[in-house]
């Protein structure tokens, strides 16, 4: 009762309020037992998942929408569907949980009506899912601004883009090759009963068959390995830092790329990290302690350098730029419902706005890196084939053999080997 009511809870503030998933989560879990904290996980991330698809079941069988201070109702109804619908929930305890979690929320009068719509649901659930489903971005939950943009950017890949977009992201490890090679890794994985193989991109990744408890690694808590996506990996891979060099991480919070660049380079002349939140700072400083590891770690705005680096040049940046992350949204299924159309254009702007600066703050013969998480063209290619355009002394530099500048960088799309969507784009300044 009390899981299925965080739920609603969390549901309801995530859509109606436009909060975090992430940052309401960590709060919830504390007031549930321990034993219950994946549950509540599971069904705050699969009704987020599949919202639209699960407001439209619901709308069929609602008189009138239940709006206002009836919207955790609403929500509540959601988490009933879900189990019912995509878990292996027995249904009669998810429908008594669901109901009796109206008295949590301060519904009991509702009872009757979560009651009926649940069995309702069970008796008439094939035609309900079939009225739905003849719409594609009901079918896939996702907003029908978001399923456009994917059709016009990816035309025959879309669906598989949306699909991707629902499945249950594997989990990925970096081994620290300072302790381990990979193949070593793999095997002490093995001895401890972890099935993992290795991703034939990213030279430190290995995806595990099963996740698993970080305590169960080897070697976790002395920095022997660290979870990060394999296509994130990708970033100090292609940032390629040399010996002497000073670089810097541009929004570099929460500090993965910022331990691999200094794992797979520990020769450094000094590692700048950046990132404008002070709390996700903390996060940065974490990570290097526990892998024993020494960056300058700074709070600035990356637009502004000036206020946090009176330092010469950079030799390599690595910018990681704040973006939509429609790329990540099978770890993040709140940014389906988050995001407007609106904000693309917003974001594109600043993204813009912080290569042309940081631009000036890498000295000539430099490379920049431009990274996002995002699948969306105005944020990647179009932005990347714009600053060409506009920055006489920017340099192409093809990550891959269609990577020209009338279609720069490298595009990888989420599920494409299990990875998360990414992008990536090497430029270098005229020296």
């Not at 390995?225 to 830092?241: E, G």
């Not at 331990?259 to 990290?273: F, K």
Request: proline content about 7%; aromatic content about 6%.
């Amino acid at each position: 009762m009390k899981t299925r009511a965080a739920a609603a809870n969390i549901v309801h503030r995530v859509i109606n309020q436009g909060q975090s998933l992430s940052a309401l989560l960590p709060r919830y879990q504390q007031e549930v037992a321990p034993k219950d904290r994946a549950l509540l996980q599971e069904l705050c991330f699969g009704t987020l998942r599949w919202y639209s698809r699960l407001d439209a079941i619901a709308k069929q069988l609602l008189e009138k929408p239940l709006k206002g201070k009836y919207q955790p109702v609403h929500a509540l109804l959601l988490v009933g569907l879900y189990q019912l619908l995509y878990t292996r929930i027995p249904a009669h305890a998810a429908l008594a949980e669901t109901v009796a979690a109206c008295k949590r929320i301060k519904a009991d009068p509702f009872k009757g009506l979560v009651n009926g719509v649940l069995r309702n649901v069970l008796r008439q659930q094939q035609e309900l899912e079939a009225k739905v489903d003849a719409l594609p971005q009901l079918q896939q939950a996702h907003p029908n601004w978001l399923m456009k943009r994917l059709q016009q950017a990816y035309p025959e890949q879309w669906q598989a883009i949306m699909a991707a977009n629902n499945r249950h992201p594997p989990m990925w490890i970096r081994v620290n090759e300072g302790h381990h090679s990979r193949d070593q890794y793999m095997s002490l994985l093995a001895d401890n009963g972890i099935e993992a193989s290795p991703d034939p991109l990213a030279a430190q990744a290995l995806r595990l068959a099963r996740p698993a408890d970080v305590s169960t690694l080897p070697g976790f808590a002395q920095g022997h390995c660290s979870v990060q996506d394999a296509a994130a990996q990708m970033a100090a891979q292609l940032l390629d830092a040399q010996p002497g060099e000073l670089v810097l991480d541009a929004c570099a919070a929460p500090g993965g790329k910022t331990a691999h660049i200094l794992e797979r380079q520990p020769a450094l002349s000094q590692l700048v990290a950046i990132d404008m939140d002070a709390d996700r700072l903390q996060r940065v400083d974490q990570n290097l302690e526990r892998i024993g590891l020494t960056a300058t770690v700074l709070q600035g705005d990356a637009s502004r350098p000036e206020d946090w680096w009176q330092g010469p040049p950079f030799d390599r940046i690595l910018l990681d730029a704040p973006c939509s992350a429609t790329g990540v949204i099978r770890r993040h299924p709140d940014i389906k419902w988050l995001r407007r159309p609106e904000d693309i254009a917003q974001l594109a702007a600043l993204q813009s706005q912080i290569l042309d600066t940081l631009w000036q703050q890498l000295k000539p013969g430099g490379m920049l890196l431009y990274a996002t998480c995002s699948i969306l063209p105005d944020e990647n290619r179009e932005q990347i084939k714009a600053f060409l355009a506009r920055t006489p002394d920017a340099v192409h530099q093809p990550l891959h053999a269609g990577d020209t500048v009338a279609q720069p960088g490298w595009q990888l799309l989420p599920g494409d080997d299990e990875r998360d969507g990414f992008y990536y784009a090497r430029i270098a300044k005229q020296a």
